[in-house]
């Protein structure tokens, strides 16, 4: 009887164990289950160049547990992919690293500037397409235009063009223009040469001292290309001098630190043949006496100084009467003197330069004649200055 009594104590302190043993495994599960660590999460993430982006906004959901890793901004300057981890910590104390995957992608297209809705050469000369046509892409690489078309500049007749340019995600932009030809006239005026200066000294009738020598002429020191001083054919500068192109650089810097939009040197040295395909292209559109009020016949063109260029701004006319009254037009009429440019072409001073108002086309001189012109905003021309004239003898 007591053996039987114990087998049956036996088996019921067996069953509580084990009864036991199963409510705290499962109030254990439970406590387990109630404060283990639930995170939802993008393991990859495509941005766009430049977009601002944080790497913990990959991170879709926390639970039971904290980001414990700086929330930082991913670098989306350059493109290709990166990996980022991310450190969260459960409420056991226990920390855990994510990886994110972030792809930099570009997905946005070059943008073309100076393409115009149509282009008139005169059968047989010779057209640079390209000239004053630029592009730029947001990842700041150099981004070459090419021109496709089925056009012959030989034949007179409408032909259409296409400017291209890619960037090298693959993004391409491409722009239309038509390149008309027209025939050409018998009477079609053919610019004549510059005369050769001859060697002299002289004085300006504001008493400035003058030389002219191997056809170049200097008053004051400084470099004189107009209308009544010419340079010879054979002037070439090979480009933009260095103190020009420097004093350009800071220019641009500072109007971009003071809120301007990109902005650029474009047509800056041009040879003597390139101006007389120029000039001609313009006679031959326009008429003689009009392409004389906006552009100067071979061996009297500033460009060929190497001392002036034409401002582009990204966004806004490029060479264009439609860049005057701009904001960027102000600010450089307003700042241009204090890196050594002067405004050469003032609104109103057409008689003494013998050109057209032009707001984008600057002249290097260097901050103490700048400063002198500049004159609190009322620009004065050089030719006021000096005391001489622009007017053409020939």
């Not at 599960?29 to 990959?58: P, Q, R």
């Not at 930099?104 to 057209?127: A, F, L, Q, R, T």
Request: net charge neutral; proline share 3%.
């Amino acid at each position: 009887m007591k053996k039987r009594n114990k087998k049956r104590i036996n088996k019921k302190n067996c069953l509580v164990l084990i009864l036991s043993i199963v409510v705290i495994s499962g109030l254990g599960l439970l406590f387990y289950n109630l404060f283990k660590l639930n995170l939802s999460y993008e393991g990859e993430v495509t941005i766009s160049y430049g977009e601002a982006y944080k790497i913990n906004d990959a991170i879709k959901k926390v639970k039971n547990g904290d980001i414990v890793s700086d929330n930082i901004d991913v670098d989306t300057s350059k493109l290709g992919s990166q990996e980022i981890p991310v450190l969260i910590k459960d409420k056991f104390g226990k920390t855990h690293e994510v990886k994110i995957k972030v792809n930099v992608v570009d997905e946005e297209g070059p943008v073309i500037h100076g393409v115009k809705d149509s282009i008139e050469v005169v059968e047989g000369s010779n057209v640079d397409l390209l000239s004053g046509i630029s592009a730029q892409d947001n990842s700041l690489e150099e981004i070459e235009v090419k021109v496709e078309g089925d056009y012959d500049t030989s034949k007179p007749g409408e032909y259409t063009i296409i400017y291209k340019a890619s960037d090298s995600s693959g993004n391409e932009t491409s722009k239309e223009s038509k390149l008309v030809v027209k025939e050409k006239k018998i009477d079609y005026y053919a610019a004549p040469s510059a005369p050769v200066m001859p060697d002299k000294t002289f004085t300006t009738c504001k008493g400035f001292s003058g030389v002219t020598k191997n056809g170049v002429t200097y008053i004051d020191g400084y470099l004189v290309a107009n209308k009544t001083y010419s340079l010879p054919s054979s002037y070439n500068p090979g480009g933009l001098t260095s103190e020009t192109r420097d004093a350009a650089d800071k220019m641009f810097a500072a109007a971009i630190a003071d809120g301007m939009p990109n902005m650029w040197a474009q047509s800056g040295f041009r040879s003597f043949s390139t101006q007389s395909s120029l000039y001609n292209n313009y006679v031959a559109r326009d008429g003689k006496a009009a392409a004389d009020t906006y552009s100067a016949r071979p061996g009297h063109s500033e460009h060929q100084t190497g001392l002036a260029f034409d401002v582009c701004v990204t966004g806004y006319a490029c060479i264009s009467s439609g860049f005057n009254g701009t904001a960027p037009a102000n600010w450089l009429s307003k700042n241009a003197y204090k890196y050594g440019f002067i405004l050469r072409y003032p609104s109103g001073k057409s008689n003494e330069t013998g050109y057209m108002y032009e707001s984008w086309h600057f002249r290097y001189v260097g901050t103490d004649l700048a400063s002198k012109l500049y004159n609190n905003g009322d620009w004065i021309t050089m030719e006021s200055y000096f005391g001489i004239t622009s007017e053409y003898n020939y």
